[in-house]
C-alpha cells in the first residue's frame, strides 16, 4: 500500500529555518512527481511546490525564493527545505503523490512563532 | 492564478439525502478536477479525480460532472460515514489551487 509519512516540523522562530521530509514505501518513488501542500490551522488547503520525476520544481508565489523542494530517490524521500520562516507559514504540512495528487500523508506541524 | 470558488460552504444534512457540490473555477480547467473529503485531524481523501473518475474504493454514492468552469460532487444517499469537509482542486494550470471547502454536517 502507498505510504508517506512526514516529519521534522516543530516550533520556529520567525526568520529561522526548519527542514520536513517525507518517507515514501509501497510504490515506485522515483517514478511519481510529489507535492508539498499545507493547511493553516482551522483554514483550507494551499498548494505549496512540486517536483517532478526528473527533478523539475514548481513553487506557489508565496514560498518562492524562502522554500526549496527536493528529493533522493536512492532514500525514496521527498524534502521541503523552509527558511524565512514567517508567522504566516504555520500550517499543517502534507506531502502528496503524483501531479493529480491522489495519496497524501498524515502531516507534520510547522509552528512559526517568538 | 485560477480561483475556484465553492459552494455552499456549510451544508446540513440527514442520512439518506442527495446532496451536491458546486465548484467554479475563473477559467476553463479542461476537466482536471479533483474532489476530496477529509475528516477532523486527517489527510484529505480523493474522491473524484478528473471530474467523473472514482477513486479506487471509494463507494458509487459519490459522483462528479462537469466541464469548462462548473463542477459538481453529487453523494446520491448520504451515509453517516460521509460527514466532513469537502474540498475542489484544479490540477490544470500552476500553481494549483483548491476551493475553500464544504463543511458537510448532520442536520
Known amino acids: 500500500a502507498v505510504q508517506l509519512v512526514e516529519s521534522g516540523g516543530g516550533l520556529v522562530q520567525p526568520g529561522k529555518s526548519l527542514k520536513l521530509s517525507c518517507s515514501a514505501s509501497g510504490f515506485t518513488f522515483s517514478s511519481y512527481g510529489m507535492h508539498w501542500i499545507r493547511q493553516a490551522p482551522g483554514k483550507g488547503l494551499d498548494w505549496v511546490a512540486y517536483?517532478?520525476?526528473?527533478?523539475?520544481?514548481v513553487y506557489a508565489d508565496a514560498v518562492k525564493e524562502r522554500f526549496t523542494i527536493s528529493r533522493d530517490n536512492a532514500k525514496n524521500t521527498l524534502y521541503l527545505q523552509l527558511n524565512s520562516l514567517k508567522s504566516e507559514d504555520t500550517a499543517i504540512y502534507y506531502c502528496?503523490?503524483?501531479?493529480?495528487?491522489?495519496?497524501w500523508g498524515q502531516g507534520v506541524m510547522v509552528t512559526v512563532s517568538s | 492564478d485560477i480561483q475556484m470558488t465553492q459552494s455552499p460552504s456549510l451544508l446540513s444534512a440527514s442520512v439518506g439525502d442527495r446532496v451536491t457540490i458546486n465548484c467554479k473555477a475563473s477559467?476553463?480547467?479542461?476537466?482536471?478536477l479533483n474532489w476530496y473529503q477529509q475528516k477532523l485531524g486527517e489527510a484529505p481523501k480523493l474522491l473524484i479525480y478528473n471530474t467523473n473518475n472514482l477513486q479506487t474504493g471509494i463507494p458509487s454514492r459519490f459522483s462528479g460532472s462537469g466541464s469548462g468552469t462548473d463542477y459538481t460532487l453529487t453523494i446520491s444517499s448520504l451515509q453517516p460515514e460521509d460527514f466532513g469537509t469537502y474540498f475542489c482542486?484544479?490540477?490544470?494550470?500552476?500553481?494549483?489551487?483548491f476551493g475553500a471547502g464544504t463543511k458537510l454536517e448532520l442536520k
Open positions: 482542486f484544479q490540477h490544470n494550470s500552476w500553481p494549483y489551487t
Open positions: 477559467q476553463n480547467i479542461n476537466k482536471y
Open positions: 517536483i517532478s520525476s526528473s527533478s523539475g520544481t
Open positions: 502528496a503523490r503524483k501531479w493529480t495528487v491522489d495519496y
